[in-house]
């Protein structure tokens, strides 16, 4: 009770989010939803009890770190441009079900609850804020 124990001994304080968008022409990009990290700031905070939603709490992990550091998803990454359909269906949705994207990007944003005044002017549960690039634009060859 006084003393920090384990994984959570220090949390963060901020909540960073790896965005994965995908697109045909390098020019119009499509965003993958996870089902229950925040995505689209519209979409209300999802419950995921009783089980751990391993996906989609590796990716918090990830922001943590570089894309360098995490040879997982860099292979999830490269199993979405194939549109591989076992890892696709551990998404909320796919936007490219019947055509792989020829490229994927992942961009880091910040991400914080809005105001209840916010949330009923613009039907944003969330606020979010651009921070970089998480990984560079990439395709298959």
Not at 56 to 76: K, R
Not at 99 to 126: D, L
Request: aromatic share 20%.
């Amino acid at each position: 009770m006084v003393n920090g124990y384990g994984l959570f001994a220090n949390m963060t304080t901020q909540r960073n989010e790896i965005i994965i968008e995908g697109s045909y022409d390098g020019k119009t990009w499509q965003a993958y939803e996870f089902r229950y990290k925040p995505g689209d700031p519209k979409r209300a905070p999802q419950w995921s009890q009783p089980h751990q939603p391993r996906l989609d709490w590796q990716m918090w992990f990830a922001s943590l770190s570089n894309y360098q550091h995490q040879p997982w998803y860099i292979n999830f990454v490269f199993r979405l441009l194939q549109n591989e359909p076992v890892v696709t269906s551990l998404l909320l949705n796919n936007p490219f079900q019947t055509k792989a994207p020829k490229y994927i990007r992942s961009r880091v944003f910040h991400y914080r609850y809005n105001s209840y005044e916010r949330w009923k002017s613009t039907g944003n549960w969330w606020n979010r804020r651009y921070i970089e690039d998480y990984m560079p634009v990439i395709q298959l060859k």
